[in-house]
């Protein structure tokens, strides 16, 4: 069966993910601040709107405007695409706004109710929605995550949405946060960063990806200004590599190799 799939807006990612995200997806996107999961989002929601097609953005992180100028200093226009009605921002941080298209509360429900409200009013056709971050909506309720994520897949699924929600928190640092959205997720996409040398540098890999024959090196990337993310060269390092101290990594290399010399 073929399988339609939607480019990110970032060919060499498309390529990475088999051809890119199949529609109707929800992926979770996650890592460290600073990573680039906002500029990832704001690049696979640009791509939408050039293709004709709706879309969404939550954001809880950063207000509305934002996002407006972190896409025009990548030369994405979203300020266009709100005029023309074709692009929705739902401002989840600043609260006192009150204005139609902002949330007052961090609330799951209110979250789709909201989102199938902007739905409607966006009209027919396709339509990418981001939330970055869904993990806001669950701060206080960690133990809540799986079950919230659960419901708001189901019925985002049953809108027509293709999904990117992101998670502010790695698996490393919280487990509590992360866990939710990736448990239900048809594609996880995830975000490194390291200092190397002095220099922060940053990595994507694609952990997951449903009915896709994807690439399962990790790549190194920069976000460069006039532009946004760029994919660079696969990596030699192990996943380990980026996670683990140099000292702990020499510690279990040699205790493996003990094991296996006393293997008979
Ligand atoms: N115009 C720009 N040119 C180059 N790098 C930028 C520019 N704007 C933002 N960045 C880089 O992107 C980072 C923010 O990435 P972002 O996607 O917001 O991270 P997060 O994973 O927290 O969502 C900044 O810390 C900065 O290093
Ligand atoms: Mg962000």
């Not at 990832?40 to 207000?63: D, M, P």
């Not at 971050?133 to 206080?140: E, I, Y």
């Amino acid at each position: 069966m073929n399988i339609e799939r939607l480019s990110t807006g970032i060919k060499k990612l498309d390529n990475i993910l088999g051809g890119g995200i199949p529609k109707g997806f929800f992926i979770a996107v996650v890592g460290e601040p600073g990573c680039g999961k906002t500029i990832l989002c704001i690049h696979f929601i640009y791509e939408g709107l050039r293709n004709n097609e709706k879309a969404i953005y939550v954001t809880t992180e950063e207000s509305r405007e934002s996002i407006v100028i972190q896409a025009s200093q990548f030369n994405m226009n979203f300020d266009k695409y709100i005029k023309n009605g074709k692009l929705v921002i739902i401002d989840a941080l600043l609260k006192a706004r009150g204005d139609p298209y902002s949330l007052d509360e961090l609330d799951p429900e209110k979250l789709v109710n909201k989102i199938i409200q902007v739905k409607k009013a966006l009209g027919y056709g396709h339509t990418r929605l981001v939330i970055d971050s869904l993990s806001a909506f669950w701060l206080d309720k960690p133990a809540m995550a799986r079950k919230y994520s659960y419901f708001l897949k189901k019925i985002l699924y049953q809108w027509g949405f293709t999904v990117f929600a992101t998670s502010q928190y790695a698996i490393t640092t919280s487990e509590a946060f992360g866990f939710g959205i990736e448990h239900i997720a048809d594609g996880i996409i995830r975000f490194r960063k390291i200092v190397r040398r002095g220099i922060l540098k940053r990595y994507i890999l694609v952990e997951k990806m449903r009915h896709s024959s994807h690439d399962l090196r990790m790549y190194e990337i920069d976000i460069v200004d006039g532009k946004g993310l760029v994919i660079k060269r696969a990596t030699q390092y192990r996943s380990e590599d980026i996670i683990l101290p140099e000292s702990v990594k020499k510690r279990i290399i040699e205790a493996s190799k003990k094991i296996s010399d006393e293997i008979p």
